[in-house]
């Protein structure tokens, strides 16, 4: 165990409709990493934040946005969601926000579009 | 840019050493990381090795660095059914937090 929570596990949903994933880091981790993992794409970077600022972002489409909380927990929205945004996400989190600050993973939450 | 590749598949006996290479292209790279996937679950840290080191070993893990080369390797020794996984070999980017992964190999290991 990682240390890292993230709900649901699963979620099945239509498309065009919104939903939003839950993550908590663990405990005194300040930084927290969405990563999105396709069959076609692989493993991609999404978007990071640090003590509640966006650190760095990747391929992360406009459809999606994310928020880290005073709390530090984050959530990321997906909106109009699309066939194709069917995939698993996984947040991590890490103590720090420097790339030498090794990144634990939660279980993945199982996103499908019907 | 920064692009990591692995090769997809490696199949091996119970008892035999499993070794899976990495490629990376990122020279600045500080960290580089190996994670196991088993099926239905998240990515477990294995280790990693500071880009300063040839080699770090750690139980039956051996990670191997060739940095003039950019090559990354994970050798398992006496390999068991309990290792077959996908592995993901990944760099930490030079100016930020984000991890790139390999497309990952998947270990099958035969009794």
């Known amino acids: 165990d990682s240390g890292v929570t993230q709900t649901p596990k699963h979620l099945i949903t239509a498309t065009g409709q919104r939903v939003t994933l839950r993550c908590s880091p663990r405990s005194g981790d300040l930084s927290v990493y969405w990563y999105q993992q396709s069959l076609d794409q692989g493993l991609q970077f999404l978007i990071q934040y640090y003590n509640g600022e966006e650190r760095a972002k990747g391929n992360i489409l406009e459809r999606f946005s994310a928020q880290q909380f005073p709390d530090l927990h984050s959530e990321l929205n997906l909106s109009s969601l699309e066939l194709g945004d069917s995939a698993l996400y996984f947040c991590?989190?890490?103590?720090?926000?420097?790339?030498?600050?090794?990144?634990?993973f939660g279980p993945g939450t199982r996103l499908t579009v019907l | 840019g920064e692009d990591v590749e692995q090769s997809l598949f490696l199949s091996v006996r119970e008892g035999d050493s499993s070794v899976i290479n990495c490629t990376y292209t990122d020279s600045s790279s500080t960290y580089l990381y190996w994670y196991k996937q088993e099926p239905g679950a998240g990515l477990q840290l294995l280790t990693y090795?500071?880009?300063?080191?040839d080699m770090k070993q750690d139980q039956r893990l051996t990670v191997l660095l060739n940095k003039k080369d950019k090559h990354l390797s994970l050798r398992i020794a006496d390999t068991q059914t309990g290792d077959s996984a996908i592995y993901f070999c990944?760099?930490?980017?030079?100016?930020?937090?984000?991890?790139?992964f390999g497309q990952g190999t998947t270990l099958q290991v035969k009794p």
């Open positions: 991590a989190s890490s103590v720090g926000d420097r790339n030498t600050d090794t990144q634990y």
């Open positions: 090795i500071f880009s300063n080191m």
């Open positions: 990944a760099e930490s980017s030079s100016n930020t937090g984000k991890l790139i």
